[in-house]
């Protein structure tokens, strides 16, 4: 079983539209989870961090993190074409553990 | 500020041969990180250097190796290449020591071509 799952897309949706992202890991003792975004060709960029369950909101963007169910959400509320990029969700341990990363595309 | 910056961006090299590729830090940063993300694969953890010793190492063949240097720089030497080592090599540096926050700074990659 991979430590980190995330489904690969892609997924396409319609600008203005609201988008989940999800993930699920393995290990019960994770505690901080990320959200990487990477756009094509370029490196990926934090987007978010969390730590433990609950909630953090930064502008259009919402994580999510339930511990019972090991799984790992990310929100995009109104969404640009500008998000069209790969997400992946990320865990830390004894090194930075990666998703396969879901791949946005948002249209006009 | 200047960030991660990684060289060569592109490579194509041919079976058997070796590979080196180049990563220097954001300044201040003593922890280097290399990654390999093959098509499908996601992000898979490769080396962690720290300090100029290496810290931790990924489920990878001993043909995968590197160093880092006394100002931070690190190199990733790639030897007897196999065609699926072609990937992009990514290179990320963190100010915690083992990124233990999950904050790491990556930069562009060297796409690494094996024919």
């Known amino acids: 079983q991979k430590e980190v799952e995330q489904d690969p897309g892609p997924l396409s949706v319609p600008e203005g539209a609201i988008v989940s992202l999800n993930c699920t890991y393995s290990n019960s003792a994770f505690q901080y989870f990320m959200w990487y975004r990477q756009y094509s060709r370029k490196g990926p960029e934090l987007l978010m961090y969390?730590?433990?369950?609950g909630n953090k909101e930064d502008g259009r963007f919402t994580a999510q993190v339930d511990k019972s169910s090991k799984y790992i959400s990310l929100f995009i509320r109104d969404s640009q074409p500008s998000d069209s990029a790969t997400y992946l969700c990320a865990t830390t341990w004894d090194k930075l553990i990666f998703g396969t990363g879901t791949r946005l595309q948002v249209f006009p | 500020e200047a960030g991660v910056t990684q060289s060569p961006t592109h490579l194509i090299k041919t079976r058997g041969q070796q590979a080196t590729l180049r990563c220097s830090p954001i300044s201040g940063h003593t922890s280097v990180y290399w990654y390999q993300q093959a098509l499908g694969l996601g992000l898979q953890f490769l080396l962690w250097y720290d300090e100029g010793e290496e810290r931790n190492r990924g489920n990878f063949p001993p043909r995968f190796s590197g160093r880092q240097f006394p100002n931070y720089s690190s190199e990733l030497n790639v030897n007897a290449l196999e065609l699926e080592d072609s990937a992009l090599y990514l290179c990320?540096?963190?100010?915690?020591?083992?990124?233990?926050?999950?904050?790491?700074?990556f930069g562009e990659g060297s796409r690494l071509t094996v024919l």
């Open positions: 990320a540096s963190s100010f915690d020591r083992g990124g233990n926050t999950g904050e790491l700074f």
């Open positions: 969390t730590y433990s369950s």
